[in-house]
């Protein structure tokens, strides 16, 4: 368990248990309640104040592996696997706190959060690893604001069906799991850090002649 826990401390993973606590709070406390306007804007139809809980719990999963780029050379399995273990982790917990809130809420929503959670995670863990995990929270908050401003659609595959309806269809999961899968994808292989800088030719030349004409791994 200490190797465990110094391994999540490492990681940065601390910064997303605020976001799975939130997530279960709001889940608890509010499942009997429904959100039928946001401010001066009519939400139709209305939906259950609980599939807010899969947008909190994504932006903590986006942020799960939250470590400042440092001085990596070349990537390896093992970087890999940690950044993987860290959203894989986050995603479990999200599940666990969709499950939770699902039990208690008054409406069938469990198919729904689920979808909606796979669609947000996969979207703040690409956008965390590409522009940085303080842009992570961007594309789902923006998703959101444009399905709270769409008219109403029957379309299974439509913003408002996607993010706010409790039903899900299999269109709806293919869409999600894929969106999923792409942005963990992207986010273990983190294309866009810093921290894995490529020695260019000049560096490798010049570790080869300072030990002897060997490389140095």
């Given amino acids: ?117 796979l669609l947000f995670s996969g979207l703040t863990m690409g956008a965390g690893a590409i522009c940085g995990i303080a842009f992570a929270w961007c594309p789902a908050v923006v998703i959101c604001s444009v399905a709270v401003l769409s008219p109403p659609s029957t379309s299974p595959l439509s913003l408002g069906s996607m993010i706010f309806s409790g039903e899900a269809t299999g269109s709806q999961f293919v869409v999600a799991c894929s969106v999923y899968v792409a942005g963990l994808a992207v986010a273990v292989v983190d294309v866009a850090s810093r921290g894995y800088v490529r020695r260019s030719w000049r560096a490798e030349s010049s570790t080869r002649s300072a030990d002897g004409g060997r490389y140095v791994y």
């Fill in 1 to 117: 368990m200490t190797t465990v826990r110094a391994a999540l401390s490492a990681t940065g993973f601390g910064a997303a248990v605020p976001y799975f606590a939130g997530g279960l709070v709001i889940g608890l406390v509010f499942r009997q309640e429904y959100i039928s306007r946001i401010g001066p804007i009519a939400v139709q139809p209305p939906f259950a104040a609980t599939m807010v809980v899969p947008l909190l719990l994504a932006l903590g999963t986006g942020v799960a592996h939250g470590t400042w780029p440092s001085a990596v050379l070349r990537r390896t399995l093992r970087t890999a696997a940690v950044r993987a273990g860290s959203y894989l982790l986050a995603s479990l917990v999200s599940l666990a706190v969709v499950a939770v809130a699902a039990a208690a809420s008054d409406a069938a929503v469990g198919p729904g959060m689920v979808r909606s959670l």
